[in-house]
């Protein structure tokens, strides 16, 4: 076996060996772990922060040379065939297609097929003949939502995802483009996540899209923590009184819960779609990888209407 001190050597040569070729996929793999919708959130998981990403690569790249290193410890390696020996450890990646594939979601997979005809029912902005249609899929209490219609939450880490909705709402559906901005409430982290759509639903029965829109504005705008009261039925009526929906009609609808079965059913009409995390976005029913950042669902929108 080897002394100490060539199997110091051993690893330096395998460290320098493998590690140039290892660290950039991984890279780019935790990248995209970290851009993906499913890793915003959903069913209580936050987006992992990027200072743990960074860990994270290197461990896993310590892994796999360690991992390497006790297939070679058990062959015999002669003084003169060390080198020899580490250079015929091969440590591979995948083909560019493969590790793509890998690293696609199954939602998306899952969506490919997927029955997207209650899109056209959903409330929207902008022409409903556009060439685009963009498909937001939000719960009114999850905190990257919030964060994608433009709070101030979570720092300068969540900057790439801050605004994506809003900017693709006022940028092209209302900007005279032939895009059509699409919101699809989804219900999964409590009652009062069912009880703020619902009441957006009421006030679309008030005031059709732009009213649905208006109170979608102002539940992100007093969106406090999951739960909290923030969005019991009683706050909700104060929340739609000031955003102009003060009728007798507007409150029976919160207070008799209405629209629960829509809301329930806009739910798994999303997760049959493929959806796994909040916030995600869609172009056109398909789902963008990374798209709740605006880069990337700009140029998703910028594609399609080529």
Known sequence: MLNS???????????????ARIHPQLQGQLRS???????????????ADTSNMEK????????????????????????????????????????????????????????????????????GVGPKDA????????DFQCPFCGISFGKDLGGANYDPIRG??????????????????????MAFLG????????????????????????????????QGSENSGVFSKDNLKKIGAAAGFNSTAFTSCVDTGKYYTAVQQATADANQAGVSGTPTFAVNNKIVTNGAEYTYLKAAVDAALK
């Open 5 to 19: 001190e060539r199997k110091w050597a051993a690893l330096k040569t395998l460290l320098e060996n493998t590690d």
């Open 164 to 185: 994506t909705a809003t900017k693709i709402e006022n940028e092209y559906a209302n900007g005279g483009k032939s895009v059509r901005f699409v919101y699809v409430p």
């Open 191 to 222: 009652q009062e996540s069912v009880d703020a759509a619902n009441a957006a639903f009421c006030a679309k029965e008030i005031g059709g899209d732009e009213g649905f829109f208006t109170m979608h504005d102002a539940l992100f705008t007093a």
């Open 33 to 47: 772990q970290k851009a993906t919708p499913s890793g915003f959130y959903y069913g209580g998981e936050g987006m």
């Open 56 to 123: 994270g690569e290197y461990i896993i790249g310590i892994a796999i040379i360690i991992a390497a290193l006790l297939v070679s410890a058990t062959v015999w390696i002669t003084s003169g065939n060390v080198v020899k020996a580490i250079s015929a450890i091969n440590i591979t990646t995948a083909p560019a297609a493969t590790a793509a594939a890998a690293q696609q979601p199954a939602a998306q997979q899952q969506a490919a097929a997927a029955d997207w005809s209650f899109v056209p029912n959903m409330p």
């Open 131 to 138: 060439k685009v249609t963009v498909i937001a899929f939000a």
